[in-house]
């Protein structure tokens, strides 16, 4: 994305205030008027005073009172918009820097799991932040400041062509060649600040990564292995921003040079022309006015354009985000899915990514109102994939998914996700308090029903236990609860959301036998009465299961009972004899 590109959308962002923004516009240019008028006032002045010979007094002072008063009503009016400005440009900026984040934060919530399994979530976070600073320290030097330099360069600048075109075209020539260098020092430097801003992304994820993972770190004695590396990318970073700063202070010489000769140009042609009888003392002292605004102002927007410069990076990126479609769509004509039975229909699946490769292929079966179906197989074999596909985090490439008849394509994805229950391996809770887990699935629920689900669960004693009770904070990923008791707070989350259709994605194999015992006794308390998926990994966990299918290389190659299947000598007959060689109980 081009560096006007950035600039144009960054302002685009401010659609829903433009009218503020057009307002701003307008005072502005107020402002730069009012500027302009100072030195044209002070001019006359000046000519005033050098003809004060050939005035009388009272004519001399009652001019001079005209000059000040006009002066000094535009003084009055030059700070009153100059106050105007400050504040709606403070509110503009912090409104929708917070909007921004809203909006970014929305919608990277709404994208599938694969688009974030290809980004770390600290670099997301640092692109949000970063991004929205960026653009409210945009915004707000961009109204407060350099919208008027701007007006300035293209609408007033010209108007000094009518009061002595000699000593314009000196100013004239400076902005050409301050913007034509400015030009010339981002062209030069796009690339490497791209760089810089790769690399300054790449520590957050590093950093993010080694806090994240801060047991192993510690463990196993990484400290000075995880800073090592940090350091390395700190080096980088420094490597290829030190040249990018040299070119933007070889701009400042620059731009600071030429404005010395500017005024040192005002004031050779200015007293050339007065010596000619073509140009008042008062023009003089007018065009150097005029010049030192100008150069403050030009200065100050050379300031803003590099800072722009080096923030392009980090704003190409947080609009790369903002632009990242999802793959999933959900039709305009969507109805709500109505659950009555609890029917799950598989007909003829296939499923591939992008690049081709056949993930799963005519998987087709029924889950019954009520049944508990048992998927097993050897890791990647497509069991997970399978179930993805039911909640749409995918869509099948071929064959069609029916929940009671209705195919879950054309239904809205709020009510196919509100039907179903999941509970994972990994119990992934918020770091939020016990009470607020609990809620994610169904905010309204009453304090019995809280209470009633945690009984199921088996998990209403230790939470009573807890120094608050529901109140007490988790940690981040329930850090300060054990595994079984994170699982079990994953299954009163469920059980409160009293979905029709539920998932198990190898929810016990990563407890112990004595902890298993226990989710499991809440995890039949949760599959009554409903439909059941159970992503197995122990196979003692579904002898239960009203049917198991056996997943291969994405096919399913057995399906029956478990006592029919072992009996049939095939691949599950050979997990459950691997299962107890290691050592698991089958």
């Known amino acids: 994305m081009s560096f006007l590109a950035v600039y144009g959308r960054v302002l685009g962002l401010l659609k829903p205030d433009k009218y503020i923004a057009a307002g701003l516009v307008i005072a502005n240019f107020f402002v730069v008027g009012l500027q302009f008028a100072e030195p044209v006032l002070f001019g006359r002045v000046i000519n005033l005073l050098t003809q004060s010979d050939a005035l009388s007094g009272r004519e001399l002072v009652s001019r001079a009172a005209a000059l000040l008063g006009i002066w000094g009503v535009i003084g009055v009016a030059s700070i009153l918009a100059n106050v105007a400005v400050a504040i709606q440009a403070d509110r503009l900026a912090h409104r929708n820097r917070l909007c921004a984040m809203a909006g970014y934060f929305s919608h990277v919530l709404s994208l599938p799991p694969a688009f974030h399994r290809e980004r770390q979530s600290g670099r997301l976070l640092k692109m949000m932040l970063s991004g929205a600073d960026s653009l409210f320290g945009i915004w707000l030097s961009f109204f407060r400041e350099h919208l008027a330099t701007f007006l300035a360069t293209i609408f007033l600048l010209p108007l000094t062509i009518i009061l002595n075109w000699q000593l314009a075209i000196a100013l004239i020539i400076l902005v050409i060649i301050v913007s ?101 003392i008062g023009d003089i002292v007018s065009f150097m006015g005029f010049a030192t605004l100008l150069i403050g102002r030009l200065t100050g927007a050379m300031g803003f354009a590099s800072r722009l410069f080096i923030q392009m ?14 793959t999933i769509y959900e039709s305009p004509a969507a109805v ?59 869509d099948p490439t071929s064959g069609r998914i029916l929940v009671d008849g209705q195919d879950i394509r054309f239904v809205t994805l709020e009510s196919l996700r509100n039907t179903i229950g999941i509970v994972f391996q990994d119990s992934l809770l918020f770091n939020r308090s016990i009470r607020e887990n609990l809620l994610v699935g169904k905010p309204d629920a009453s304090e019995i029903d809280i209470q009633k689900a945690c009984q199921m669960a088996e998990a209403l004693d230790f939470i009573l236990a807890q120094p608050k009770g529901f109140d007490t904070l988790i940690g981040e990923r329930g850090s300060n609860l054990s595994g079984g008791q994170r699982q079990r707070l994953s299954i009163a989350r469920a059980i409160l959301k009293d979905p029709p259709l539920l998932i198990l994605d190898e929810a016990t194999s990563a407890l112990d036998a004595a902890t298993e015992a226990k989710v499991s006794r809440a995890l039949r308390a949760l599959m009554v009465g409903r439909t059941s998926f159970v992503i197995a990994h122990r196979l003692s966990t579904i002898r239960d299961a009203d049917e198991i299918l056996v997943f291969d290389e994405g096919r399913i190659v057995e399906r029956g009972g478990f006592a029919e299947l072992l009996a049939a000598g095939g691949q599950f007959a050979q997990l459950v004899e691997t299962q107890i060689m290691a050592g698991s109980p089958a």
């Open 336 to 394: 709500p899915l109505i659950v009555k039975a609890g029917e799950v229909k598989f007909e003829d699946i296939g499923f591939e990514y992008l690049n081709g490769k056949p993930i799963i292929s005519n998987i087709s079966f029924t889950a019954k109102p009520g049944q508990v179906v048992a998927l097993v197989g050897a890791t990647g074999a497509g069991k997970s994939t399978t179930m993805a596909l039911l909640q749409r985090y995918w």
């Open 180 to 280: 034509a260098f400015t030009v010339f020092v981002i062209r030069k430097t796009e690339m490497a600040q791209k760089q810089v801003e790769a690399y300054h992304s790449a520590l957050a994820g590093t950093a993010q990564d080694a806090l994240s993972n801060i047991l192993v770190v510690q463990s196993f004695t990484r400290l000075a292995a995880e800073t090592a590396n940090f350091n390395r990318t700190t080096n980088l970073v420094l490597e290829k921003q030190f040249p990018v700063l040299n070119w933007w202070a070889v701009l400042s010489v620059v731009s600071s040079a030429a404005s010395t000769i500017t005024i040192v140009t005002i004031f050779i042609v200015g007293t050339m022309l007065h010596l000619r009888g073509q140009a008042s």
């Open 313 to 326: 990076p980090v704003l190409s990126d947080f609009f790369a985000v903002l632009d990242a479609k999802t």
